[in-house]
């Protein structure tokens, strides 16, 4: 028989004891807070985390529980992302915007809040413009690190916009099916996104390329290690002038053959691209990785090409694009840490893009697939050689008239 639960000192008065959720606990310590126990993220045993106040009542800790163990509570922002997720508005968007706005969902439910929950967790209608307003400049902004364990985080505009579209318009559908009252993401203004596309020279994207293949080597437990595919992403979103999201969903059926068939996003033209010794060395290696985690995983491996992706995480499934960012943002920060490039010269994946089609001979337009000619500026950052305004005249000629 299970030994009773004895009452803290300073529980505050209008919560019974005897009646608590199993896992929830008070901090004794004067601080008035309830408090869950929850794996650490290093594997080091566990750590405390904050999930209500003094003043909340007993339904609310059990709500709490049953949020945590189950379904997401009814109104929370985890709540309405999962509702919109089984609807008829979300079944009649695209394939590739629905797995956009599932990388969306998973990122937004487990952003951390100063208070130590998530935003997952946090109630739709509790949410003010003004706490909207915050969270996108954050992520826009990003912030500084304070604290030794809490490295900087750069800012992402186009991230922003991207959240605040998302969560406009999942906000606007849940109070139109009446899971929510308000929409707090309505009348935000979007931030203006940098012009700045942060490409990297040529020489700092191969050194960061080279340092992440050495990380590679070391081992997967061995410190400073990342994972094989971070260098062969870069080969190919550089060589085929592809966005992050294209790479990290190429398959066996883009790459079969001489040519790599490109699965490019918004509106932009497909096209096939000679294989290069560097892009044949990057696909090999993905492949072999992807074969000997599946078969050390043991599962069932996909008949058809399109089934078999490239880029795999560690239990054999889709890398996802937060699983590509932590180990992407991982490498950076120690690629700064050891010198190898400084802060300021850090660089996403879909800079590479940037790079690959500025170092395009020949037709850019067609070679990025880029319907019009302004979109293909916005990524073409060469500087042609042109003639000066008056050719050279030898001395004694007639200097040129204003006639």
């Known amino acids: 028989m299970a030994r009773p639960r004895k009452a803290a000192p300073n529980l505050p008065s209008h919560i019974d004891h005897s009646h608590l959720p199993v896992g929830i606990y008070w901090d004794s310590t004067g601080r008035g807070r309830w408090y869950i126990r929850v794996p650490h993220e290093e594997g080091l045993g566990s750590r405390t985390k904050t999930v209500a106040g003094p003043t909340a009542r007993m339904s609310d800790l059990h709500a709490i529980m049953e949020a945590r163990q189950g379904e997401a509570q009814r109104g929370t922002v985890a709540f309405v992302i999962d509702r919109h997720a089984e609807s008829l508005a979300f079944a009649q968007l695209k394939p590739s915007t629905q797995e956009g706005y599932r990388d969306y969902a998973r990122a937004i439910k487990a952003y951390p809040l100063k208070n130590g929950t998530t935003l997952g967790e ?6 003010t413009p003004g706490f909207i307003r915050r969270l996108i400049d954050v992520i826009a ?17 186009t ?10 318009r999942v906000f606007g559908w849940a109070r139109e099916h009446d899971h929510v009252t308000t929409n707090p993401a309505t009348g935000i203004k979007q931030v203006k996104e940098k012009g700045d596309h942060r490409m990297p020279t040529v020489d700092v994207f191969r050194m960061v390329q080279m340092y992440a293949k050495e990380c590679s080597a070391r081992g997967p437990r061995a410190k400073g290690a990342v994972p094989p595919y ?5 080969e190919l979103a550089y060589q085929a002038r592809l966005r992050g999201i294209e790479v990290l ?9 001489e040519v790599l068939r490109t699965n490019r996003r918004k509106g932009s033209r497909n096209n096939l691209v000679r294989k290069g010794a ?17 078969e050390r ?3 069932v491996i996909p008949i058809r090409a399109e089934g078999r992706y490239l880029f795999v995480s560690e239990d054999g499934e889709r890398l996802t694009e937060d699983g590509w960012q932590t180990a992407w943002g991982r490498m950076m920060r120690n690629a700064v840490k050891d010198g190898v490039l400084r802060q300021d010269e850090r660089f996403g994946l879909h800079s590479l893009k940037h790079r690959g089609v500025t170092d395009t001979k020949g037709d850019k337009k067609i070679a990025s697939g880029h319907k019009t ?15 000066s305004a008056s050719p050279a005249y030898s001395a004694g000629a007639n200097a040129p008239s204003d006639s």
């Open 230 to 234: 971070i260098w062969a992403a870069m």
């Open 278 to 294: 560097e892009t044949e060395e990057a696909i090999s290696m993905l492949q072999a990785r992807r074969a000997a985690i599946w």
């Open 159 to 168: 991230k922003a916009n991207h959240w605040l579209r998302y969560l406009r």
């Open 141 to 157: 902004q990003g912030r500084p690190g304070i604290k030794r364990d809490d490295p900087a985080v750069p800012g992402y505009p």
């Open 297 to 299: 995983k043991g599962g």
């Open 373 to 387: 000619d302004a979109m293909m500026h916005v990524y073409d950052h060469s500087l042609p050689i042109v003639e």
């Open 249 to 257: 969903t190429l398959t066996d059926a883009h790459v079969d053959g």
């Open 122 to 127: 946090a109630a739709v209608d509790r949410l």
